[in-house]
């Protein structure tokens, strides 16, 4: 584990809350769902922005674990039988099936608010009207018009064709979103940035969530369940419209190594400051899980 993913861990920890607390259960679910697992990449891009930003960590922290919240909550409501009905999620049972439907709805619906009250209770921006800005940004991203939407094209996307730019702005949505919001919020916390670099960052940003995409639909249809931690195939099997069905798998590679280029291009006037994002942009297309 890095170190990132290490201080990530124990922040995480930190505001979640304790398993003795009542409803014990719920607690138990909630840790369960997003403690121990995970590759941790929207919390990775938050640093490695807040980093180019000059932020405080202790700030990155917090904005950080408020989105790996949202990320959780939307893992465990997408394996739930209503939506994806999975069985296998970071290489364990899904929240579900360890525990049962109604305790992993409301683990969806006790995440959520926990990542906008760990936002609002600490100090992540030098102003109460910026620090509101920031908890807007999580919330447009995670909403209607963000990666609820984004969802809510994909299970009405199952069985139909879509064309590449209706996939494009599904995605863009559904998994996109969160991965901008994780760099924005990360480069918000601090104030080393002009509005152009903000800017370039977004398209980095845009970018790489992109590229994840893509390289998920490849990695489902060609690496395997025990490698990724959950069930491989799923797609082709769901009958869902992916850069895969629709380009083909040596297409949708090639698009992933352009997105990735593409990335590191919106960084190029960064320098050596955005090392880290470069490295980013390079482990979301190489990545094999
Ligand atoms: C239920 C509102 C709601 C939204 C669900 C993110 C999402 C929307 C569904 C997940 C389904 C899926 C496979 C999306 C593709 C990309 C993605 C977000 C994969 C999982 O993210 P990783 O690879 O997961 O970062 P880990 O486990 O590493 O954190």
Do not use: W
Not at 78 to 102: S, W, Y
């Amino acid at each position: 584990m890095g170190v990132v993913q290490a201080r990530m861990e124990a922040a995480l920890q930190r505001f979640l809350p304790a398993t003795d607390i009542v409803p014990e259960r719920l607690h138990r679910a909630m840790r369960y769902s997003v403690l121990g697992g995970g590759k941790r990449v929207r919390p990775l891009l938050a640093f490695a922005a807040g980093e180019l930003a000059g932020a405080d960590p202790a700030r990155v922290e917090v904005v950080a674990a408020a989105v790996e919240m949202i990320h959780a909550y939307s893992l465990v409501h997408d394996d739930m039988p209503c939506m994806d009905n999975d069985i296998l999620r970071r290489g364990k049972p899904t929240c579900h099936v360890e525990f049962d439907e109604a305790t992993a709805l409301l683990v969806g619906d006790a995440l959520q608010p926990l990542a906008f009250q760990i936002m609002a209770e600490h100090v992540i921006a030098d102003s109460s009207v910026e620090q509101i800005e920031m908890l807007k940004i999580l919330a447009l991203a995670s909403g209607s018009r963000g990666m609820a939407g984004g969802q809510a094209l994909d299970l009405a996307g199952v069985g139909k064709s879509l064309s590449l730019p209706e996939l494009e702005f599904m995605h863009i949505h559904k998994t996109g979103a969160l991965i901008r919001a994780a760099v924005v919020l990360g480069a918000r916390c601090g104030h080393g940035l002009d509005a152009q670099e903000h800017g370039r960052l977004e398209r980095y940003a845009k970018t790489i969530g992109l590229a994840f995409q893509v390289v998920d639909d490849v990695l489902d249809c060609d690496a395997s369940t025990a490698t990724l931690g959950k069930t491989a195939g799923k797609d082709a099997a769901q009958e869902k419209p992916t850069y895969v069905s629709i380009l083909g798998l040596a297409r949708a590679r090639a698009l992933a190594e352009e997105l990735r280029a593409e990335a590191r291009a919106a960084l190029s006037s960064f320098g050596a400051p955005a090392a880290r994002l470069r490295e980013l942009a390079d482990f979301i297309v190489l990545r094999k899980f």
